[in-house]
């Protein structure tokens, strides 16, 4: 990832925020109510919200793989990054999802979260940080040791 692949919007609106060095051709993504419901109720200091589809990760939910389990197998997760329990099959690009996300994440009344990571089954992930870098380590961590698992072909 780099720099000129994020577009800096206007959650409310959808305009592009002026003064700000954006890569042409880019649209918001449809996942804004999952975005945006978020960066209301999070804290502060956390800013990102970063949503991907990551392959291996993907596989693990679909192969019956309890992805918050599996951090508390592999100290290297666990010491960096908390994975909230899976959110179920809901429709992409709609409110139940970023609702789900939301309650999954556990979001404390001052905007705290317990977890870093949630996985969407069948979809993909969110993950939560106070830069994109950060939050892309969190997605990184966790597709890491899916593919582990997976080659293991161990049910966690």
Wanted: net charge negative; aromatic share 6%.
């Amino acid at each position: 990832m780099q720099p000129g692949m994020f577009k800096i919007i206007d959650a409310r609106s959808g305009a592009e925020l002026e003064g700000c060095p954006i890569q042409v051709g880019l649209r918001p993504t449809g996942e804004l109510p999952l975005h945006y419901g978020l960066q209301k109720v999070i804290n502060e200091d956390v800013r990102v919200v970063l949503h991907l589809h990551p392959t291996y990760t993907i596989a693990a939910m679909l192969a019956g793989i309890d992805l918050s389990n599996l951090v508390n197998q592999f100290p290297e997760l666990g010491r960096y990054t908390s994975v909230a329990p899976t959110v179920p099959d809901v429709p992409p690009i709609s409110q139940e999802l970023a609702d789900a996300c939301i309650e999954n994440l556990v979001l404390g009344d001052d905007g705290s979260v317990l977890y870093n990571i949630v996985g969407i089954d069948r979809h993909g992930v969110v993950a939560i940080a106070n830069t994109p870098w950060r939050a892309m380590e969190h997605i990184e961590r966790l597709e890491h040791i899916c593919k582990i698992a997976l080659a293991s072909r161990t049910t966690f």
